[in-house]
């Protein structure tokens, strides 16, 4: 009986704290007015309201997905194509592919839309990869690079990360400085999934050098969730015409378009036209293409996306720094943060409480990688951090 009153009281306490942060989202000028675009007020997300979780209707913070849901306008989008799905989105997959090259300031021959930024990788690697390429990666990234790498038949070439889990550049570049044959580079920024940024003094003076042979290729997938100044995204260096990056792109995180499966790639013409031979035509459908249209227009959206990842990132900070566990600076929509604790027993309680988190990343073996939910769930993880702390299992 007293167990269960225990749980009563800790139920009540997260929902006294949850109440709280609803306050300060809904309405505490001191701090809304700084982390909630007023403009969007008037056209809220269409989130589910918060519940309690339980392991049968956990918070999903295992797949750095957006908790928000796709934009309203997009939403109602989506909607609307499927009435027309019947048909090919033949001339919206032209209009949206025109409006990704407006917006990186290139021709529309420099982009290539594909399903996801995963299709994007492959596309890449068998495009311009010969038998004797390499593929360049640090150890601790996205796996896709290696596995389409794999299939392909590539020699994948691991390169040790620094000590703070940052990507060795000036190793990288030996690695290629060393290999007698073609090389491809690819290079994820903000990195998944530490969540740290490579600074671009740091790689656009290696892309510009123009090292033989070499391909660049740059996945962007988090950029939009960026605040360290340090961070550039090479789309400047192609709208200026180089010719060695391929520049990939993703409506899934920003976008919180996921489950849509709407990618592209930016690089120069004759880049792409490889890259074109890899992919099936008509190759996203109409809901997705539709859906990625609106988006973009959504300015209000994009803006309260980025907002409310700060705000749920400012929340999953503020218990890891008084839970004195260390994490590396992020920069993305999930927080790679240490363990004291064995990664399995960690994730066993979490889900035990409702929470699913992140699964191993080797050789980053006592890190856990937890995505950014809503600004509520986030306040439900920390009391529940709180609460493991009291048990020592965190």
Same mark, same amino acid.
């Given at each position: 009986?007293?167990?269960?009153?225990?749980?009563?009281?800790?139920?009540?306490?997260?929902r006294?704290?949850?109440?709280k942060?609803?306050?300060?989202? =809904?309405?505490?000028?001191?701090?809304?007015?700084?982390?909630?675009p007023?403009?969007?007020?008037?056209? @809220?997300?269409?989130?589910?309201?918060?519940?309690? @979780?339980?392991?049968?209707?956990?918070?999903?913070?295992?797949?750095? %997905?957006?908790?928000?849901?796709?934009?309203?306008?997009?939403? &109602?989008?989506?909607?609307?194509?499927?009435?027309?799905?019947?048909?090919?989105?033949?001339?919206?997959?032209?209009?949206l592919?025109?409006?990704?090259?407006?917006?990186?300031?290139?021709?529309?021959?420099?982009? =290539?839309?594909?399903?996801?930024?995963?299709?994007?990788?492959?596309?890449?690697?068998?495009?311009?990869?010969?038998?004797? /390429?390499?593929?360049?990666?640090? %150890?601790?990234? $996205?796996?896709?690079?290696?596995?389409?790498?794999?299939?392909?038949?590539?020699?994948?070439?691991?390169?040790k990360?620094?000590?703070?889990?940052?990507?060795?550049? *000036?190793?990288?570049k030996? &690695?290629?400085?060393?290999?007698?044959?073609?090389?491809?580079? $690819?290079?994820?920024? *903000?990195?998944?999934?530490?969540?740290?940024?490579?600074? +671009?003094?740091?790689?656009?003076?290696?892309?510009?050098?123009?090292?033989?042979?070499?391909?660049?290729?740059?996945?962007?997938?988090?950029?939009?969730?960026?605040?360290?100044?340090?961070?550039?995204?090479?789309?400047?260096l192609?709208?200026?015409?180089?010719?060695?990056?391929?520049?990939?792109?993703?409506?899934?995180?920003?976008?919180?378009?996921?489950?849509?499966?709407?990618?592209?790639?930016? +690089?120069?013409?004759?880049?792409?036209?490889?890259?074109?031979?890899?992919?099936?035509?008509?190759?996203?459908?109409?809901?997705?293409?539709?859906?990625?249209?609106?988006?973009?227009?959504?300015?209000?959206?994009?803006?309260?996306?980025?907002?409310?990842?700060?705000?749920?990132?400012?929340?999953?900070?503020?218990?890891?720094?008084?839970?004195?566990?260390? $994490?590396? @600076?992020?920069?993305?929509?999930?927080?790679?943060?240490q363990l004291?604790?064995?990664?399995?027993?960690?994730?066993?309680?979490?889900?035990?409480?409702?929470?699913?988190?992140?699964?191993a990343?080797?050789?980053?073996?006592?890190?856990?990688?937890?995505?950014?939910? /809503?600004?509520?769930?986030?306040?439900?993880?920390?009391?529940?951090?709180?609460?493991?702390?009291?048990?020592?299992?965190?």
């Amino acid at each position: 009986m007293g167990e269960l009153m225990n749980d009563e009281q800790t139920v009540n306490q997260k929902r006294r704290s949850l109440f709280k942060l609803s306050g300060v989202l =809904l309405g505490s000028a001191a701090v809304t007015s700084s982390l909630v675009p007023r403009a969007f007020a008037a056209s @809220p997300a269409t989130t589910p309201a918060f519940s309690a @979780p339980t392991r049968d209707n956990p918070i999903r913070i295992n797949f750095n %997905e957006n908790p928000l849901g796709m934009s309203p306008k997009a939403q &109602a989008a989506a909607r609307d194509a499927v009435v027309k799905a019947n048909r090919y989105a033949k001339d919206e997959i032209v209009q949206l592919g025109q409006k990704l090259a407006d917006h990186h300031q290139v021709t529309l021959k420099s982009v =290539l839309l594909t399903a996801g930024s995963s299709e994007g990788i492959r596309a890449a690697i068998e495009g311009c990869a010969t038998l004797d /390429t390499q593929l360049v990666i640090p %150890e601790l990234t $996205y796996g896709d690079g290696e596995h389409f790498a794999k299939i392909a038949g590539l020699k994948v070439t691991k390169v040790k990360m620094l000590n703070n889990w940052a990507f060795d550049i *000036p190793a990288m570049k030996a &690695a290629v400085a060393d290999y007698n044959g073609p090389s491809l580079v $690819y290079l994820v920024n *903000p990195n998944n999934p530490t969540a740290t940024i490579t600074p +671009a003094d740091l790689i656009e003076p290696w892309i510009t050098s123009k090292p033989a042979n070499t391909m660049f290729i740059i996945d962007e997938a988090y950029a939009e969730f960026v605040n360290d100044p340090r961070f550039r995204s090479v789309s400047p260096l192609l709208s200026q015409g180089m010719d060695n990056i391929i520049l990939l792109k993703t409506f899934s995180k920003i976008h919180a378009m996921a489950g849509m499966r709407v990618g592209y790639a930016v +690089a120069h013409p004759d880049v792409i036209a490889r890259m074109n031979r890899e992919v099936a035509g008509e190759k996203i459908n109409f809901c997705g293409v539709d859906a990625a249209l609106a988006s973009m227009d959504d300015a209000a959206f994009i803006a309260y996306s980025k907002k409310s990842n700060d705000l749920s990132r400012q929340i999953l900070l503020k218990v890891l720094d008084e839970l004195k566990l260390p $994490y590396l @600076p992020s920069e993305g929509n999930f927080v790679f943060h240490q363990l004291i604790v064995p990664l399995k027993d960690y994730q066993k309680h979490m889900a035990d409480a409702g929470v699913l988190v992140g699964r191993a990343f080797p050789p980053a073996d006592n890190w856990c990688r937890i995505s950014l939910g /809503t600004p509520e769930e986030m306040q439900w993880v920390a009391d529940t951090l709180r609460e493991f702390r009291k048990k020592n299992w965190v």
